[in-house]
């Protein structure tokens, strides 16, 4: 990997969700930002273009805004469902299907779809958050602060297909294992889950406990991701700023516990075409490189030594405490003091959104 290189732009607004708009056979130069904790919250289209101003000392491309759509509230999650569909949940306690209509010069973001109220507090009747979203298909998962799971279906304008009471405390993540099964993360860093097919009573088929190195205290689960080739690898990341992994086909105890950022991890998650690269991003704005490569050359913030040949045919994340001898971890960006609050990736390029109003590209990350 040649040196990182980290750009950034200003845009007067906190991010808290980006996502490069798919593209076929090419890189993509569009991407979707969310925004919250602003007077009035956004969802904007974003296109990259070459830098007017010809030097060296200038980034090649800069962003700029074709559109824009008022948000109820705080944006929540962005996640395509095609490659110009997006489902985007809302600190209102709904979701709402967006479609881009691409241009030569200015695309256009439409409105194609709101749900029903998904989440509210049956004390009160207000609406709750619905704090996280995860797509598999035509279907949508949705989990919020009122404990409640539903799934939702893009192709019957956002109609909800099952509705489950999952947890009696808030719910923080929520991942699609494969069409059927579905991980839902709390609070108080329980993981369930739940088989969204099952004609029962929507009782969770399995549970466990995330880690946390003060046993006396509970570790919340902030974020979930899984292996793309290994779906049945599965991992959290957690309140104190650790990774835990688990192999679904034996979930009653985790397979590996990896210490990571001193602050809560915001997101998780692996390149979109390398596997055996996985990327954290913490409240101390920080983004770190994971590589399941032996060594590493240049930046490496902890180095971690060969593995031993009777584990080379074996997924690194499940080696336990061998896992950290197969893994090189990089500091890609630290020290922002304001948090990384979420990432994506293609090819060599990585573009984070932040709370200190700013958009960063990394490039040279492969």
């Known amino acids: 990997m040649a040196d990182a290189k980290v750009n950034t ?6 991010i ?3 996502r490069w708009v798919p593209e076929q056979l090419r890189e993509s130069e569009r991407f979707l930002t969310g925004s919250w904790d602003m007077p009035k919250n956004f969802l904007r289209i974003w296109r990259l273009h070459r830098n007017q101003y010809d030097g ?39 979701v709402t299907l967006f479609r881009i209509k691409k241009a030569v010069e200015e695309d256009v973001l439409l409105k194609e779809a709101n749900s029903e109220l998904l989440h509210s507090f049956i004390a009160s009747g207000k609406c709750s958050s619905c704090s996280s979203i995860s797509v598999y298909g035509k279907d949508v998962a949705t989990v919020g602060e009122d404990g409640r799971l ?22 923080l993540s929520v991942l699609y294992v494969n069409p059927q099964e579905v991980l839902t993360a709390n609070r108080m860093g329980i993981i369930r889950m739940f088989d969204i097919r099952s004609s029962s009573d929507g009782s969770a088929t399995t549970a466990f406990m995330t ?12 974020c979930l991701t899984s292996h793309p080739t290994q779906p049945h690898v599965v991992m959290a990341g957690s309140e104190e700023g650790s990774i835990t992994v688990w192999d679904l086909r034996n979930p009653g105890y985790p397979a590996s516990y990896l ?17 055996s690269k996985l990327f954290t991003t913490a409240e101390a704005g920080e983004l770190w490189l994971w590589a399941q490569h032996p060594t590493m050359s240049g930046g490496v913030h902890r180095a971690m030594e060969p593995s031993t040949t009777a584990t080379e045919n074996t997924n690194p994340w499940l080696n336990g405490e061998r896992a950290k001898n197969r893994i090189s971890v990089t500091a890609l960006m630290t020290d922002l003091r304001k948090a990384i609050n979420s990432f994506d990736t293609q090819s060599s390029k990585i573009i984070c959104g932040s709370d200190s109003e700013a958009i960063y590209f990394v490039d040279n990350v492969l």
């Open 56 to 94: 060296s000392e200038y980034n090649e491309f800069v962003p700029r805004c074709s559109d824009k759509l008022a948000m109820n509230g705080d944006v929540t999650g962005i996640e395509f469902v095609t490659d110009d569909t997006a489902v985007v949940s809302c600190s209102d306690g709904r």
């Open 211 to 222: 880690s946390c190195e003060d046993e006396k205290r509970c570790n919340y689960v902030s």
């Open 9 to 14: 732009f200003f845009i007067s607004e906190k």
């Open 259 to 275: 210490s990571a950022h001193t602050s809560p991890i915001t997101d998780i998650g692996f390149h979109r075409s390398d596997p």
């Open 150 to 171: 539903n799934i939702v279906d893009t192709q019957a304008h956002l109609a909800v297909r099952r509705s489950i009471e999952a947890d009696s405390c808030s719910l």
């Open 16 to 18: 808290s969700k980006v």
